[in-house]
Nanobody, 117 residues
Framework: QVQLVESGGGLVQAGGSLRLSCAASGSIFGINVMGWYRQAPGKQRELVAL?????SINYADSAKGRFTISRDKNTVYLQMSSLKPEDTGVYYC?????????????WGKGTLVTVSS
């Protein structure tokens, strides 16, 4: 099993910055992908950014130029700048890895980010 614990959410004014952290523990294998997703009120969960164990990164268009994802072993960070009210939502950490022939997904409980206008 894998446990993911997020931290760093909060209330910030538009234009401000926040840094989210997610620490993963448990049965983590060498090759994996960690990432951040968010869910705004009344909307579906959506991808924000991914980083794999080799360092390759992908961003959603909404995050490009404003957010930076990074990782240090099994901890992943999301530095968010120039925040907008539409960035408001619960941010979830995710880890995806193969376990034998099965692709496993693990989720944190989420951390709330609120951007006021």
């Amino acid at each position: 099993q894998v446990q993911l614990v997020e931290s760093g959410g909060g209330l910030v004014q538009a234009g401000g910055s926040l840094r989210l952290s997610c620490a993963a523990s448990g049965s983590i294998f060498g090759i994996n992908v960690m990432g951040w997703y968010r869910q705004a009120p009344g909307k579906q969960r959506e991808l924000v950014a991914l980083i794999n164990s080799g360092g390759s990164i992908n961003y959603a268009d909404s995050a490009k130029g404003r957010f930076t994802i990074s990782r240090d072993k099994n901890t992943v960070y999301l530095q968010m700048s120039s925040l907008k009210p539409e960035d408001t939502g619960v941010y979830y950490c995710n880890l995806e890895q193969w376990s034998g022939s099965s692709l496993r997904n693990y989720w944190g409980k989420g951390t709330l980010v609120t951007v006021s206008s």
